[in-house]
């Protein structure tokens, strides 16, 4: 019996012929042509011009000109807000990020135990991602009424989505070898997965933690919409009372916060990261009395201050929560006749279009971040452009930028250039520069430099070593962070049409403000189908790509 020929490929080449090229994965040029076509006809359909912007500039100059000085109102009751949104931001973050741990475990394609569980896990990461936080606030403020509480578990049950899809991809990519050692040894899966699986993602899942709470920070802006607590019930009256120099204020207020949360996740980055003590550069902990007791250093003892007090932060979080004990009784109740109007869900071609134009103004809102997120990326960090000054002021304006919520974006647009996608689109093409700029300046900091100093140690240009060194390296995470700031967009375009700027949000407002149930669990479930068809499609990318 003949064997099967074999494709002869760069490590099989015949003597005296030149070995092929690695194969480009197709996810590589794939991904770029999809988003480039659907960014072409997103202009089209969406009607963007530059001379629109252009003719806009007068009223959005008016417009900021009102906001000038801008003011806080009475301090003592800003200040208490803005401590109430921070107490819902932690507690929300803290309840997701806790629940996410055995959700992601049990998702990871590494998870051994039964398929029923490890589907339904995965379920859960996606619809709960897929549903807008509004959503979720607007369904637990009928359930527990108004106040904090509402709004914790709106940004609990959505964080859970993003945090438990980020551990998962991050629990998948670990090597199974330590793990496979420790489970030789009669671990069980328990013991196993947290001595090696969720010790090595500490410093990753650290930094998802921390974005999420940068990202329900920002979100209390869109929770004071329907009475869900903090800061941005404030902010919603000063906008619904014009009280643009008063909005402004409240805006500023939000961005010092952002501000500071940026230097305390890179703070607890850096202590979380291994051998970040120079003095003990070689080892992650220093000897202690024995040989199989770590001893304690600055960077170990910082690390356990830290833990303590993120513990001691979650706890007071959750003891600032109303519960009104008498809602709690009834919340049964209440959720059953809540959810019993979501049956049967109606699907019609109002719903079709508005799903259809959030998707094309998320991704062509996404293609334009990309490309300017990747230029202000390149720009920030040295391995191209070599200006330190010129990066920490890249990396501020990003930080500001991030500051402000997509809806007050599309509320400035809406208002210069009237109602329709083309606000929408202006307000979210904003808001994916400045998450891309962020990602994938983390991404360029965090590739290995040893080939870009060899490509210049033998004379190659800086060009010529970004190109060759650099970029190989960064085109995973180039795709992967892409795909995932698509998926954010689309969510944030379901919440736009609320102030008018395009997509399905007018619709699902409308719904939901008639009582018209049916309607909203209908638009629930495309929203859900568009999540689950974009999460295959990251799946796909990663796998190929990755």
Same mark, same amino acid.
Request: proline fraction near 6%; charge should be positive; include cysteine.
């Given at each position: 019996?003949?064997?099967?020929?074999?494709?002869?490929?760069?490590?099989?080449?015949?003597?005296?012929?030149?070995?092929?090229?690695?194969?480009?994965?197709?996810?590589?040029?794939?991904?770029?042509?999809?988003? &480039?076509?659907?960014?072409?006809?997103?202009?089209?359909?969406?009607?963007?011009?530059?001379?629109? +912007?252009?003719?806009?500039?007068?009223?959005?100059?008016?417009?900021?000109?009102?906001?000038?000085?801008?003011?806080?109102?009475?301090?003592?009751?800003?200040?208490?807000?803005?401590?109430?949104?921070?107490?819902?931001?932690?507690?929300?973050?803290?309840?997701?990020?806790?629940?996410?741990?055995?959700?992601?475990?049990?998702?990871?394609?590494?998870?051994?135990?039964?398929?029923?569980?490890?589907?339904?896990?995965?379920?859960?990461?996606?619809?709960?991602?897929?549903?807008?936080?509004?959503?979720?606030? +607007?369904?637990?403020?009928?359930?527990?009424?108004?106040?904090?509480?509402?709004?914790? &578990?709106?940004?609990?049950?959505?964080?859970?989505?993003?945090?438990?899809?980020?551990?998962?991809?991050?629990?998948?990519?670990?090597?199974?070898?330590?793990?496979?050692?420790?489970?030789?040894?009669?671990?069980?899966?328990?013991?196993? =997965?947290?001595?090696? @699986?969720?010790?090595?993602?500490?410093?990753?899942?650290?930094?998802?933690?921390?974005?999420?709470?940068? +990202?329900?920070? #920002?979100?209390?802006?869109?929770?004071?919409?329907?009475?869900?607590?903090?800061?941005?019930?404030?902010?919603?009256?000063?906008?619904?009372?014009?009280?643009?120099?008063?909005?402004?204020?409240?805006?500023?207020?939000?961005?010092?916060?952002?501000?500071? &949360?940026?230097?305390?996740?890179?703070?607890?980055?850096?202590?979380?990261?291994?051998? *970040?003590?120079?003095?003990?550069?070689?080892?992650?902990?220093?000897?202690?009395?024995?040989?199989?007791?770590?001893?304690?250093? @600055?960077?170990?003892?910082? #690390?356990?201050?830290?833990?303590?007090?993120?513990?001691?932060?979650?706890?007071?979080?959750?003891?600032?929560?109303?519960?009104?004990?008498?809602?709690?009784?009834?919340?049964?109740?209440?959720?059953?006749?809540?959810?019993?109007?979501?049956?049967?869900?109606?699907?019609?071609?109002?719903?079709?279009?508005?799903?259809?134009?959030?998707?094309?103004?998320?991704?062509?809102?996404?293609?334009?971040?990309?490309?300017?997120?990747?230029?202000?990326?390149?720009?920030?960090?040295?391995? &191209?452009?070599?200006?330190?000054?010129?990066?920490?002021?890249?990396?501020?304006?990003?930080?500001?930028?991030?500051?402000?919520?997509?809806?007050?974006?599309?509320?400035?647009?809406?208002?210069?250039?009237?109602?329709?996608?083309?606000?929408?689109?202006?307000?979210?093409?904003?808001?994916?520069?400045?998450?891309?700029?962020? =990602?994938?300046?983390?991404?360029?900091?965090?590739?290995?430099?040893?080939?870009?100093?060899?490509?210049?140690?033998?004379?190659?240009?800086?060009?010529?070593?970004?190109? *060759?060194?650099?970029?190989?390296?960064?085109?995973?995470?180039?795709?992967?962070?892409?795909?995932?700031?698509?998926?954010?967009?689309?969510?944030?375009?379901?919440?736009?049409?609320?102030?008018?700027?395009?997509?399905?949000?007018?619709?699902?407002?409308?719904?939901?403000?008639?009582?018209?149930?049916?309607?909203?669990?209908?638009?629930?479930?495309?929203?859900?189908?568009?999540?689950?068809?974009?999460?295959?499609?990251?799946?796909?990318?990663?796998?190929?790509?990755?």
């Amino acid at each position: 019996m003949l064997a099967t020929p074999t494709r002869p490929d760069a490590r099989s080449a015949p003597p005296g012929t030149a070995p092929r090229p690695p194969r480009i994965p197709a996810a590589t040029w794939a991904i770029p042509l999809f988003y &480039l076509g659907v960014t072409l006809f997103g202009m089209w359909w969406i009607d963007i011009r530059p001379g629109a +912007i252009a003719a806009g500039l007068g009223d959005i100059a008016r417009l900021l000109d009102r906001m000038v000085p801008p003011t806080t109102g009475p301090v003592p009751s800003l200040l208490t807000l803005v401590v109430e949104t921070l107490w819902i931001a932690i507690a929300g973050t803290g309840i997701a990020a806790i629940l996410s741990v055995p959700l992601s475990a049990a998702a990871a394609s590494t998870y051994t135990g039964p398929r029923w569980v490890q589907w339904l896990c995965r379920a859960l990461i996606v619809v709960t991602r897929a549903v807008p936080s509004l959503v979720f606030a +607007i369904i637990f403020v009928r359930i527990f009424g108004l106040g904090p509480l509402a709004g914790a &578990l709106a940004v609990s049950v959505h964080s859970i989505g993003m945090i438990g899809k980020m551990m998962t991809d991050v629990f998948e990519e670990q090597s199974p070898q330590p793990r496979e050692a420790i489970a030789a040894t009669g671990a069980t899966r328990v013991q196993a =997965f947290f001595a090696t @699986t969720m010790t090595r993602a500490l410093p990753q899942v650290s930094s998802f933690v921390l974005y999420r709470l940068d +990202i329900n920070i #920002r979100a209390s802006a869109v929770l004071g919409l329907v009475g869900a607590g903090g800061i941005g019930v404030a902010l919603q009256t000063a906008i619904g009372s014009l009280d643009y120099r008063r909005a402004a204020g409240i805006i500023i207020v939000i961005i010092v916060l952002l501000m500071v &949360l940026e230097l305390v996740s890179f703070l607890v980055q850096r202590s979380l990261a291994e051998h *970040s003590d120079t003095s003990t550069a070689s080892q992650v902990f220093v000897p202690g009395k024995d040989a199989a007791t770590p001893g304690w250093s @600055t960077a170990r003892g910082a #690390r356990a201050l830290g833990v303590a007090a993120a513990v001691a932060l979650f706890l007071a979080a959750l003891s600032t929560l109303s519960i009104p004990f008498d809602r709690l009784a009834r919340a049964g109740e209440n959720a059953g006749a809540l959810l019993s109007g979501f049956v049967p869900p109606v699907f019609t071609m109002d719903i079709a279009y508005g799903i259809f134009e959030s998707v094309l103004m998320a991704l062509t809102a996404t293609s334009f971040g990309v490309v300017i997120g990747l230029i202000i990326a390149v720009l920030s960090t040295d391995h &191209l452009v070599r200006a330190r000054a010129l990066g920490g002021a890249l990396r501020a304006a990003v930080v500001v930028i991030r500051g402000v919520p997509d809806i007050i974006y599309a509320l400035v647009f809406v208002a210069a250039l009237g109602l329709g996608p083309f606000a929408g689109f202006l307000a979210l093409a904003i808001s994916c520069s400045a998450l891309a700029a962020k =990602f994938f300046t983390d991404a360029l900091q965090n590739i290995d430099p040893a080939p870009l100093r060899a490509l210049e140690a033998v004379g190659a240009g800086r060009l010529q070593a970004f190109v *060759s060194g650099v970029w190989p390296q960064f085109v995973p995470s180039f795709i992967g962070n892409s795909l995932f700031t698509s998926d954010l967009a689309l969510r944030e375009s379901a919440v736009l049409g609320i102030v008018g700027a395009g997509g399905i949000g007018f619709l699902l407002q409308e719904s939901v403000a008639s009582v018209d149930y049916q309607t909203t669990a209908g638009i629930l479930i495309g929203l859900v189908a568009v999540v689950v068809a974009l999460e295959q499609l990251a799946r796909w990318a990663r796998r190929k790509v990755i």
